[in-house]
């Protein structure tokens, strides 16, 4: 049986609703996650465009936008009340998805690599570093990127571990925005195996767990991308986790939660790949007892009774 033991924070987004919580409300998800088996929360991202969830005076100088709380600080110290693992999300810059070009991303993650770990390295929660541009196939410049600045994550905090969550090109791999549900050019197993073998001979020593988004592609073929996925991960020494998504692609409106009996298809679809971890794109909204959406405190309870049949 394959448990959720991990989840996203995705404080900043820009595709699902902003649930405005305060401390208080964060720390009662806490205690949820903590009550569904989860022990390491990844901060998504620590900043998307001028939206910024520390007071970084880097960022800020930038032109992002001052926060009025320091969500950085109540994260770290809420997984360390609740004896959890904290990610640290780099910073999306916004640029790369502009234009392409991961330049700046890496640039602007070197100095908020520097001011993290100067400013928070001391909580014992810190335990590792999401590398949070996505990517699906071989975007141009992504290796080099990766391999930066995971290299710079591990140097500077005496190897705490990386991991990246890159998406499969599968045919459900379409725009939030677009009205459309699938996509007529998809990748094959082949060519996604070429592709990734590629990208992770590139990123031996620097990147350390790789955890691919598992909703972009139909339920039949799970199979084939999780073995897949497993037997490249093992080949150059990651561990692979899966990022099991707690919300619906199938659906004209993006994005609701899950139904349960698909989100059961793909942890067993995990669990027979032998995959070593599973995270979810992500508890807060899709999964919590005091999400916006209604769903989702029924989802919650469904997977309550699957991992404790007892």
Known sequence: MMKITGTFIDEISHDIPHQNWSAAEWE???QYMKQAGIDTVIMIRSGYRKFITYPSPYLIKKGCYKPPVDLLELFLQLAEKYEMQFYFGL?????YWDTGDLTCEINDNKYVIEEVWERYGQYSSFKGWYLSTEISRKTIGATEAFRTLGLQCKQISNNLPTFISPWIDGKKAVLASGAELTKADYV???????EWNEIFSGLQGAVDA?????GQIDYDELDAFFSLNKKLADKYGMQCWTNAETFDRDMPIKFLPIKFEKLLLKLQAAARAGYDKAITFEFSHFMSPQSSYVQA?????????????F
Do not use: C, I, K, T
Request: hydrophobic share 30%.
């Open 297 to 309: 405190h029924h989802l919650f309870n469904r997977y309550m009774e699957y991992s404790n049949p």
């Open 210 to 214: 790789v955890a691919f988004q598992d």
């Open 188 to 194: 094959s197993v082949q060519e996604h195996e070429a």
């Open 91 to 95: 910073y999306d810059s916004g640029v």
């Open 28 to 30: 009662r998800d806490f």
